[in-house]
């Protein structure tokens, strides 16, 4: 099986997260990253960042679309001329499954769960619906969070998307999570304190600690 990275929306901790699964179970289990969309690579892409701090774990795979601008997904294919094809998508992920059926994927999701991927309103939630995988939702620890994670999550259910867990990034906070759990029905799986530097030592410290009871192993065995 393979577990998808989902978040609240933009800059809420995604590709961090990505990387401290990976660090805390790359060593146990066979696993590859993947981010299938990308945007704002002119500013750094995020399979660069995951390859600088685990990539001695774990291979990180080509994303299928990756587009500069820092835009939504289908504003940043039109910029570029371009389309993206759910159905590529798809075949991507068969493809990848091939390569290898001992190996289970991490793959990072872009943006938040409505964010559209083509013109015609094919949104993450439908690429994800398709992808039959389970969810692992990121979000932040501070004020707002418990709005955007329960209407996140509303809309995961609704789709009949299942949901692996939460993932709190930032400073503890034991109301909010309380919140979320008990008015989302969702168990916090793990939070994940500010990491600087954001460097492989902090990253590997880091995972020491994330997901003590293993909640999220049987997913990517």
Same mark, same amino acid.
């Given at each position: 099986?393979?577990?998808?990275?989902?978040?609240?929306?933009?800059?809420?901790?995604?590709?961090?997260?990505?990387?401290?699964?990976?660090?805390?179970?790359?060593?146990?289990?066979?696993?590859?990253?993947?981010?299938?969309?990308?945007?704002?690579?002119?500013?750094?892409?995020?399979?660069?960042?995951?390859?600088?701090?685990?990539?001695?774990?774990?291979?990180?795979?080509?994303?299928?679309?990756?587009?500069?601008?820092?835009?939504?997904?289908?504003?940043?294919?039109?910029?570029?001329?371009?389309?993206?094809?759910?159905?590529?998508?798809?075949?991507?992920?068969?493809?990848?499954?091939?390569?290898?059926?001992?190996?289970?994927?991490?793959?990072?999701?872009?943006?938040?769960?409505?964010?559209?991927?083509?013109?015609?309103?094919?949104?993450?939630?439908?690429?994800?619906?398709?992808?039959?995988?389970?969810?692992?939702?990121?979000?932040?620890?501070?004020?707002?969070?418990?709005?955007?994670?329960?209407?996140?999550?509303?809309?995961?259910?609704?789709? &009949?998307?299942?949901?692996?867990?939460? /993932? *709190?990034?930032?400073? !503890? %906070?034991? +109301?909010? @999570?309380?919140?979320?759990? =008990?008015?989302?029905?969702?168990?916090?799986?793990?939070?994940?304190?500010?990491? &600087?530097?954001?460097?492989?030592?902090? /990253? *590997?410290?880091?995972? !020491? %600690?994330? +997901?003590? @009871?293993?909640?999220?192993? =049987?997913?990517?065995?």
């Amino acid at each position: 099986m393979s577990l998808v990275v989902i978040g609240t929306g933009t800059e809420v901790g995604k590709t961090v997260t990505c990387a401290v699964l990976l660090a805390r179970y790359g060593k146990s289990l066979q696993l590859a990253y993947w981010k299938p969309v990308a945007t704002g690579a002119s500013e750094g892409s995020d399979s660069e960042f995951v390859k600088r701090i685990v990539g001695h774990l774990v291979p990180v795979l080509d994303e299928r679309y990756s587009f500069s601008p820092p835009l939504s997904p289908h504003l940043a294919a039109r910029r570029h001329r371009k389309t993206i094809e759910p159905e590529a998508l798809l075949e991507a992920l068969v493809a990848h499954g091939l390569e290898d059926e001992d190996r289970s994927l991490v793959i990072e999701g872009v943006g938040g769960l409505l964010v559209p991927l083509t013109s015609s309103g094919y949104l993450l939630a439908d690429l994800l619906r398709d992808f039959h995988l389970p969810c692992l939702l990121v979000a932040t620890s501070t004020l707002g969070t418990i709005n955007h994670t329960l209407l996140t999550l509303e809309a995961l259910r609704s789709r &009949r998307i299942e949901v692996a867990g939460v /993932v *709190l990034n930032g400073p !503890r %906070n034991r +109301d909010n @999570r309380e919140a979320i759990e =008990r008015f989302g029905e969702a168990e916090v799986v793990a939070e994940i304190p500010l990491v &600087r530097p954001l460097s492989r030592a902090a /990253v *590997l410290r880091t995972a !020491r %600690n994330f +997901d003590r @009871r293993g909640r999220l192993k =049987r997913y990517l065995m």
